[in-house]
């Protein structure tokens, strides 16, 4: 076995050692197994929910159950999905803490491994840190109160400002969007809640941990952050899971609303372990002269559907995704950006880089819409990807519709392999082939790394170097 | 533009068995094509109907290219004239319901090009769906059921044909199937010119061509798609490319109102490479609606696509490019460009340009854009000298220029006259266009 065959056996199959996150199970109210209007009920009522949003719940069940299957993603992956097997809502012990001290031990020392207490000392802005179902720990630092920010998980949203959430809840990703959304739409449980007032800009990065710990939880986090005329927000979402036995299903939604001249920077890692199908609709509305950005890295997880997007609905709005994806041995991610130009003189930009390995595959699922009227438009796409190992897969399906003249759309895509000439330049000063070969992947992905805050550039080049380990000595 | 019923009614609405045997007679076929014919009839009834959620349907309701009354019988098309028989080449004329009018020149004939009608040939039931089988798709059982016109250009091992081989097929009025099939022995070379013309109001046509390249061979395939306003075409071309055989397609694609078109090339075996270059032009009300596919299955493979499209008017194209590596074809290049031309606010172009590569030894890659005419390049000519009407004539046609340089001499000089009156066309403006 050579080096690069050991590396390639490696990838995901010590994940317990590596990451070894696995705690007992400790619960105070659990659904049934399996989907139905009762369970629906259940966690409104539990909730303490207003009627209207109960009957969202209940219509986007119907909505959910009518719907077919995705058909553009491998089928056989998809079988291993059985919605029956699945819980729905759990309730985990304690009340919603405001002091970190007050956080269960048991969870803390999960978190502590994440790194939490230490992004907390340096410059975190609040903690929302999301164990099982619920959000149990979050605080908001008292600048951010004063600046009139609202940072709060969307339970505690929706009973502070019911006015707002109602408002917006779904009017980016409405429940019939796609089966998913639906899902998402009647079971949803925790998530973040954002409102940035106008002209108002958040210095620091406002981050939510969160990870799902017990078998057979479906997560449906609902995020929906809003930032007002000119205000600016970064927010941070980063999730690694730990191990289980069987396949676990998290599908969130999450909704963006940039109003004019605002700016909000959406940025995640997920790293689920390799049996969660991570099934999530990100979208964003755009209005005049706004600015969205997805900043999106895909590392782990068994099946990945995401395709963040935004909708340009104000003239002069801007789009960006820059995404990166990484399939291992037994992965599939298939992850995207669609860009809707609805209105003059928007711009967008996609960067995707993927790298497929062993008998990973990675796809990259784009559109780029220009409607009648959309003048003076611009978008660039533009993916890479990157195949170590005979088996590895790559496919590329972009979309475009363009239904303007007077517009420059422009994509672009390349695949190749780990190069031997340039292993073989590096070789030649003095490294080994390992070394030589991480350099060559962290150089790949170097465009994407750079645009991430600095712990998590540095924790993303760990995941990497891991995830090519015996590639390095 | 509404197009409200989008799958097409399932079985086969479009004839019955009482035709196709009626077909085979008129025809003079022997049996075991007759016999063919049935099982592609009852293949068809099986077939799931296309739908828009299949995305080679996204953009085109396959309703649209289906004759709305069953077909009772072939009428065959008016009397033709052959156009000229090109220097050491060979002129075909291809008509629905009759044999084909074939012209070998003596230089082709001494280098062993053969044209034969598919029904006298002994064998013509092996013949056929080598490449393209019924099971390809409803469009294609629907031609393997009920093809009107069957021709087979042969050439064997070694020969080359010094000129090219004009095929002309002209769709008649009503419902019209040509099958081609053509076939380079190893080492060949051969040009062949698929020229498809006629039609109009009302006319159907359901094309199917099959190409295999043993070993060695050389094929320059044209395709060129000039029908009448009025006709909807479903166009099939697939190509088998043999070891270290070496494959160009042309493609100039302007005529018929709703026209779909699918051309591959199989790289079967080591070494084989293809080439398309093509264009489509779209005014009017016109439906483009082109797929193209690359299948590397063999090892040290390469292919190049580069597909134009200019639009105007109304007009609306897709364009769905799709490059297979397979996990047996390490040492595989494959590239592909697509730009899209748009001359009017009210046009629309749809690419889908994908990647499939399923091995890590490969160079893939492709690129598309959509954008009007740079008015820098406008800008550029003008400053030269040359009146705005023209610089941009001039740079719509060197937009199409790849391929129509390609097309062989002699054929070309016509084609360039229909291309610059069409591009003069392209950009009048409204009021230009209600003078004339």
């Known amino acids: 076995m050579t080096s690069k065959e050991r590396a390639i056996a490696s990838i995901n199959q010590d994940y317990l050692e590596k990451y070894g996150f696995h705690d007992p199970e400790e619960y105070l109210l659990r659904t049934p197994k399996g989907l139905s209007h009762e369970v629906v009920e259940m966690i409104s009522r539990y909730k303490q929910e207003p009627d209207w949003m109960r009957e969202i719940r209940h219509r986007a069940l119907d909505i959910f159950l009518a719907k077919p299957m995705p058909t553009w993603i491998d089928q056989s992956m998809l079988a291993e999905l059985n919605f029956d097997d699945l819980y729905y809502y759990m309730k985990p012990p304690g009340e919603l803490t405001r002091d970190w001290d007050e956080v269960p031990e048991r969870i803390k020392k999960t978190f502590d491994r994440l790194g939490v207490p230490e992004a907390e000392r340096k410059f975190l802005a609040g903690v929302s840190a999301q164990y099982e179902s619920e959000v149990v720990y979050h605080s908001i630092r008292e600048d951010l109160e004063k600046q009139g920010v609202i940072f709060l998980d969307i339970d505690s949203g929706l009973k502070e400002h019911p006015g707002i959430i109602k408002k917006f809840f779904g009017s980016v990703v409405p429940a019939a969007d796609n089966k998913f959304a639906a899902l998402n739409t009647a079971v949803w449980s925790g998530g973040s809640f954002v409102y940035v007032p106008p002209h108002t800009k958040v210095e620091i990065p406002l981050q939510a941990y969160f990870r799902i710990n017990s078998k057979n939880i479906g997560q449906f986090e609902r995020t929906l952050i809003i930032a007002d005329e000119g205000a600016f927000v970064h927010y941070i979402e980063g999730c690694t899971a730990p191990v289980y036995s069987s396949d676990s299903l998290h599908s969130g939604v999450i909704e963006l609303i940039a109003m004019k001249g605002a700016h909000i920077r959406y940025s995640t890692i997920q790293n689920w372990s390799t049996n969660v199908f991570n099934l999530v609709t990100q979208r964003a509305k755009a209005y005049e002269n706004a600015i969205v950005e997805w900043v999106d890295g895909n590392m782990g997880s068994k099946v990945t559907m995401k395709y963040p997007a935004v909708i340009l609905a104000g003239e002069g709005a801007h789009g960006e995704v820059l995404s990166i994806a990484f399939a291992g041995n037994g992965q599939h991610q298939d992850a995207g950006a669609k860009m809707i130009h609805l209105a003059p003189n928007t711009t967008s930009r996609i960067i995707s880089k993927s790298i497929s390995k062993d008998m990973g595959r990675s796809s990259y699922r784009g559109l780029v819409k220009m409607t009648p009227g959309s003048t003076g438009c611009k978008s660039h796409v533009e993916c890479d990807a990157l195949l170590i190992g005979a088996e590895a897969r790559s496919d590329t399906y972009p979309t475009m519709e363009i239904a303007e003249d007077d517009v420059s759309v422009e994509h672009e895509a390349r695949v190749s392999k780990l190069a031997d000439e340039q292993l073989f330049y590096l070789q030649s000063r003095g490294l080994s082939e390992d070394q030589a070969r991480l350099m060559i992947v962290n150089g790949f992905i170097e465009p994407f790394v750079k645009e991430l805050p600095m712990e998590y550039a540095v924790e993303l080049n760990r995941l990497i170097a891991l995830e090519m380990e015996d590639s390095v000595g | 533009m509404a197009e409200a019923a989008v799958t097409m009614p399932a079985a086969s609405p479009v004839f019955d068995e009482a035709f196709l045997r009626s077909l085979s007679a008129q025809l003079g076929e022997r049996e075991p094509l007759l016999s063919q014919r049935l099982d592609a009839l009852r293949l068809l009834a099986q077939l799931p109907p296309p739908d828009r959620s299949s995305h080679l349907w996204r953009y085109t309701n396959p309703a649209r290219l289906l004759p709305p009354q069953p077909v009772q019988a ?363």
């Open chain 2, 74 to 436: 072939i009428t065959g098309s008016g009397p033709i004239e052959g156009p000229e028989l090109p220097e050491g080449g060979a002129v075909v004329v291809v008509a629905s319901g009759r044999p084909p009018r074939v012209t070998i020149s003596d230089a082709a004939a001494a280098a062993g090009l053969e044209i034969v009608p598919l029904t006298a040939e002994a064998d013509a039931a092996e013949r056929f769906g080598r490449k393209v089988d019924g099971t390809h798709g409803v469009f294609e059982a629907l031609n393997a059921a009920g093809w009107t016109s069957g021709l087979l250009v042969r050439v064997p091992k070694d020969a080359v044909v010094p000129g090219p081989v004009h095929i002309v097929t002209m769709a008649g009025p009503g419902w019209s199937a040509p099958r081609l099939v053509v076939e380079a022995g190893i080492n060949a070379a051969l040009t062949v010119v698929d020229d498809h013309k006629g039609g109009g109001e009302g006319a159907y046509v359901s094309a199917v061509t099959e190409t295999s390249l043993d070993p060695g061979a050389n094929i320059r395939h044209v395709i060129l798609q000039q029908l009448d306003a009025g006709t909807a075409a479903h166009l099939t071309a697939r190509t088998g490319v043999g070891r270290d055989a070496s494959l160009t397609t042309v493609l100039a694609s302007f005529g018929g109102s709703v026209v779909k078109m699918d051309l591959g090339a199989i790289l079967e075996g080591s070494g084989a490479s293809s080439e398309i270059v093509g264009f489509v032009l779209g005014e009017a009300r016109q439906h483009m609606d082109h797929h193209t596919v690359h299948e590397h299955v063999a090892p040290h493979t390469r292919s190049n696509i580069d597909f134009k499209v200019a639009l105007t008017g109304r007009a609306r194209s897709a364009y769905t490019g799709n490059i297979r590596i397979a996990k047996d074809a390490p040492g595989t290049e494959a590239y592909q460009e697509n730009r899209n031309l748009l001359l009017s606010g009210t046009c629309r172009a749809d690419t889908i340009p994908e990647l499939e590569i399923m091995t890590d030894d490969v160079s893939c890659s492709h690129g598309a854009t959509v954008s009007p005419l740079d008015p820098e390049q406008v800008f550029y000519l003008e400053s030269r000298g040359i009146p705005q009407a023209r610089a941009k004539r001039l740079i719509v046609r060197g937009f199409v220029d790849p391929a129509l340089s390609r097309i062989p001499a002699g054929l070309r000089e016509p084609l360039e006259a229909i291309i610059a009156d069409r591009i003069g066309r392209f950009l009048m403006t409204d009021e230009e266009a209600a003078k004339s």
